[in-house]
């Protein structure tokens, strides 16, 4: 038999799928979806296999080494999904098929090196220095070369001479990952009372194996480690009594719960009749539509979004039904895990990235098996194994991390469009400040809008305040602090409040601004802000390519105070101390929290009130519920705004009011300063007043005029090389051929340089196709890439595709 095996192939082969002859030792054990490692090349490669059949049309054919695994990781419905999800992003396909499972289960590849038995015989005849590591390797037979360098760092010179030679061979190994964690336990092998016999015919001296046994007199087994550390024993006192048979040790595998913690049951809450409504309609949906239609829940922050989601799980997992819950990795605290596993307790399966390898695969392996049913994740849970998918919910859905940024670059919204279409199951997409997309969507009629526009319970919306920078330097007030936002820290501290000040520095690009009036440099083609390229001391847009000197004054106000723009949170942390001394800070930033667990330690230190203030970047602007927390200062609005990106409005809409969501959540009330260089920017105002729908009309309107996002489609090419001649004159090349294949109304912008132009000695250069409708774009994009091949293979230039970016790197 002949298996069709997806492999692991460098980018540029054209072909992935390979036929492998099945040996006769696999015989009945390969399926569809199995993993095996085969040979490619002169290596050794991973692959999944996708089709067993009887012919094949190519020989001779190579074998199959070995099978991974004996229960396929992959099952119909996830074969079928990562085939989707290659077509649709342009990416390899066994990337795809990769992303559908935990990264335990991904292989890792190791060089090894071996003897070659041929010199078994022969004498060395080699330097001294040679001979030390020659003879190391023939006793050792085969061993890693990262083990050899330890042992001889200098061995890495001398390798090529010896492969050279054919006295050492090197080859490839593939190191499963997929374990799980075993347990080794202790067990009575005979009844108590026999062990009462043995114990009283121990000498008197051997205390610590009398010690063991009289624990087993009371129970029947322990985990090794447990009764070794309760008898205060070694692991050399339990052997004679294995070896008389009194107990014996046996390996069970165990499964890691990645939240120790049992959380004590709650109810369902009566809905309000607000949320009833919603619930209902969802419902009404399941029930009579063949196909539902998505939803989404467009609710302020407090409004009771969650509490619906996990109603309708509910209902699904009355009827048997399973369910996927989406929230972007930021906001996966502590306490949204608590709300969904005080609901569904064991039924929970968590998936997301704090979780360490072994963990995920347990949790990935307890959803496989069919004991989890309700799976919290991060993007990549919605390629989670359920079988029986009754809903999927996308939670803050305007969120850029659903995004994926490297192969394959799917992104989970639609993934879980498709995985819903397939199961008609329901896909509720929530949030408080819908992307533009979505509401468009929504408003169309293709997206079933639903509302919950008030706060549950006695929590009121907060009092914004925006200060205006520009005023405060003008009056000779030059701290990053406004005085507005002084006196009402000081304030907090003095009633023993807290507070949140919030630095956004997502996707930071430098942006020039005239500290006088607030002017920022804009493309005059595209309407999107510049970007300062130190380098070349010059301004260049994104989108365009568009290139400009750097100003030495403000156009706008002959300032001279133009410039360049950045703060960062130590220097704030530096400050808030200058004006309050003895002020208790907590900072959270990708410095402090970059060890495991210290996001969540930072937070339950700030929960229980051992800081005044919590200082970070967006990663504390959602999710976050502090009842002491009456304050939150936005430091510089402006540096959302002006992203050199057409998304900047709608990100700093969002932001500020995610910002306002976190203040006043319970009894007390709650006030917002924004700072900024333009307070009157729309969405600024807006933000302020928290006005969703009229922030959207405004917005819509300039993405018509603009051309951009949801009227138009946005597809990027991106392509990197050492040189700038080179990539520049391969994307002109490209995109000239792409204009021959596509729509009149579709625009093919660029070369421009990528937000980040170079990464290690590589520029980094992108071309993007604007469109409305391109059925065939792919097949475009690939047709005009095989025509470029030629000069992308000679010149070693690296591609990627990216459909509707939401970051443009
Ligand atoms: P959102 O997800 O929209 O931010 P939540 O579901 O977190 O809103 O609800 C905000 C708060 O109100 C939570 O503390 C939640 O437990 C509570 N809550 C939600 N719905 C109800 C209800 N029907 N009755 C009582 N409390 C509720
Ligand atoms: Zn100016
Ligand atoms: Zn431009």
Known sequence: MIAEVAVDAPLSKEREVFDYLIPESLGDRLVRGSRVIVPFGRRKVEGYVLRIKGESP?????????????????????????????????????????AMVPSPLRAKYERWIRWN??????????????????????????????????KFPRADSLLPLFLERKTILEETRIRDGARGKREKLVERKVNPDVLKEALDTLPGTATKQRRILTLFLEEERFPLKEILSRAEALPENLNPLVSKGLLRITEHEVLRDPTKTVFPPDLPKALTPEQGEVYRKILAAYEKEKEPKPFLLHGITGSGKTEVYLQVIQ??????????????????????????????????????????????????????????????????????????????????????????????????????????????????????????????????????LLHLDKRVGQGVLPTVHVVDLRQEMREGHRSMFSRLLLQKMKERLERKEQMILLLNRRGYSTFVLCRSCGHTMECPHCDITLTYHQTSHSLRCHYCGHEEKMVEECPQCHS??????????????????????????????????????AHERLLSSFGREEADVLLGTQMIAKGLDFPKVTLVGLILADIGLHQADFRAAERTFQLITQVAGRAGRHQLPGEVVVQSYSPEHYSIQLGAAQDYRKFFDHEIRIRKKGGYPPFYRLTLIHFEHE???????????????????????????????????????????????????????????????????????????????????????
Not at 66 to 84: K, N, T
Not at 566 to 573: A, F
Not at 749 to 773: E, F, W
């Open 315 to 448: 209902k699904m997992r009355e009827r048997g039904k399973d369910a996927i819950v989406l929230v972007p990795e930021i906001s996966l605290t502590p306490l949204m895990v608590e709300r969904f596993k005080r609901r569904f307790g064991e039924e929970v399966a968590l998936l997301h990235s704090a979780l360490s390898d072994g963990e995920r695969y347990d949790e990935w392996r307890r959803i496989m098996r069919g004991d989890a049913h309700v799976v919290v994740g991060a993007r990549s849970a919605i390629f989670a194994p359920v079988q029986d998918l009754g809903v999927i919910i996308i939670d803050e859905e305007h969120e850029t991390t659903y995004k994926q940024e490297e192969n394959p670059r799917y992104h989970a919204k639609e993934v879980a469009m498709e995985r819903a279409r397939r199961h008609k199951s329901l896909l509720i997409l929530g949030s408080a400040t819908p992307s533009m997309e979505s509401y468009a969507h929504a408003k169309a009629g293709r997206i079933t």
């Open 560 to 597: 001279r105070s133009i410039r360049q723009l950045g703060v960062g949170t130590e220097k704030i942390e530096e400050e808030l101390k200058a004006h309050f001394s003895g002020i208790r800070v907590i900072r959270m930033d990708q410095d402090t929290t970059s060890r495991k667990g």
């Open 58 to 98: 190519y020989s001779p054919l190579k074998e199959i080494e070995a099978l991974l695994g004996e229960e396929p990781p992959l099952s119909e419905e996830m074969i079928e999904l990562a085939q989707w999800v290659a077509k649709r992003y342009f990416s390899p396909l066994y990337a795809s098929l990769q």
């Open 117 to 150: 038995r041929e010199y078994d015989e022969m004498p060395l005849i080699v330097l001294p220095e040679e001979e030390e590591i020659l003879t190391y390797i023939r006793e050792k037979g085969s061993l890693s070369y990262k083990s050899l360098l330890k």
């Open 723 to 809: 040189e700038i001649p080179v990539l520049v004159k391969a994307i002109q090349r490209f995109a000239e051929e792409l204009r021959t294949y596509l729509s009149g109304d579709t625009v093919v912008l660029g070369p421009a340089p990528s937000q980040i132009t170079r990464i290690k000695d590589r520029y980094r250069y992108h071309c993007m196709v604007k469109y409305k409708n391109e059925p065939k774009l792919m097949d475009h994009l690939k047709r005009a890439l095989e025509n470029l091949d030629a000069i992308i293979e000679k010149n070693g230039i690296q591609v990627h595709i990216d459909m509707d970016p939401q970051v443009y790197f």
